[in-house]
């Protein structure tokens, strides 16, 4: 079965043509990032316009590059929600617009359900159940995924996302959008022990995470720093890895807390902030230490992307009923999904 993605949720068109028996076939996408930038953040509007304008040249290229045609695929996977509602609709609307002169059926998939499962992508992938740690601009979550639509939340934030803190805490460091990979890479020129930051939550007898103390804390740190007239380059620098690597802490902690609860041995990282190098060796070593097993998704799938929703899609659609009627769902909580 090949099932063509289409993911346009925020400030990413990405579309992937995904093939049950041969694995992703192709994939594009285009990144809004040089377009928010000036903004400071995604302009709704902006992002909505820019996705009408992408949409049908990355599948155009898509099938091109999977030598295939649109008559040849055997369903089509959108991303329903959770999301921007009108950069959601430009998906939603092509996705049923192909479905319904094509012939072919159609399904709404939920944006974190594609994280979640992106690992999956891998030749080397995880097997049910596993622990997934789920960290992305608007959530920090663990979950004990033990099947496909079989989500048990452990922890989640009662404040910020970790991606979210991060897009904070870059800002008060005078950084550009987006702020993560910004403040991950000044983080290389910081020396570690000389700030400190706080590590909320980490000895919490629960899994959940909070992570708005600790943005409240980089503001108190960076106007003590300029009221003492000591925010240069290396003391941005030095808070920028304090920040890190208070965040990578909570989290690491967190999982393998989350791991020892279910007693499983292996954990998915997934979302934007799996991007980041640091919590990916981190990760790495504490798992080397205690007989874990950790997969993240392919850099290129870890931040918004088309292959995880074609992936979803076919993975859901082998028995599922075609429905060509369409709706968008910008809040959507991942536990309201079922197996079936
Ligand atoms: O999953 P994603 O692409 O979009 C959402 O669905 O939210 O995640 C975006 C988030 C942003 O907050 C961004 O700053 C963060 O992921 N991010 C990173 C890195 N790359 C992206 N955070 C820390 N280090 C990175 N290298
Ligand atoms: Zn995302």
Known sequence: MQVLGIETSCDETGIALYDTERGLRAHALHSQVALHAAYG????????????????????????????TLAAIDGIAYTQGPGLAGALLVGASVASALAMALDKPLLGVH???????????????????????????????????????????????????????????????????????????????????????PRPLI?????????????????????????????????????????????????????????????????????????????RQRLFKEAAASGVRVYFPEMEFCTDNGAMIALVGALRMTQKARDYGFQVRPRWSLTELTAA
Not at 42 to 67: F, G, N, Q, Y
Not at 221 to 249: I, N, P, S, W
């Open 41 to 68: 953040g995604v302009v709704p509007e902006l992002a909505s316009r820019d996705h009408v304008r992408r949409i049908v040249p990355l599948i155009e290229a898509v099938m091109r590059e999977a030598r295939t």
């Open 111 to 197: 944006h974190l359900e594609g994280h979640l499962l992106s690992p999956l992508l891998s030749a080397d992938k995880p097997s049910f159940p596993f622990v997934a740690l789920l960290v992305s601009g608007g959530h920090s979550q663990l979950f004990f995924v033990r099947g496909v639509g079989q989500y048990e939340l452990l922890g989640d934030t009662f404040d910020d996302a970790a991606g979210e803190a991060f897009d904070k805490a870059a800002q008060l460091l005078g950084l550009q959008y987006p702020g993560g990979p910004a403040l991950a890479q000044l983080a290389r020129q910081g020396k570690s022990g000389v700030m400190r930051l």
């Open 203 to 279: 000895d919490a007898p629960h899994l959940h995470f909070s992570f708005s103390g600790l943005k409240t804390a980089v503001l108190t740190l960076v106007r003590q720093l300029q009221h003492e007239g000591r925010f240069d380059e290396q003391a941005r620098a030095d808070v920028a890895l304090e920040f890190e690597t208070a965040v990578v802490d909570v989290l690491a902690a967190k999982a393998f807390a989350a791991l020892r609860q279910t007693q499983n041995r292996q954990l998915v990282v997934a979302g934007g902030v799996g991007a980041n190098q640091s919590l």
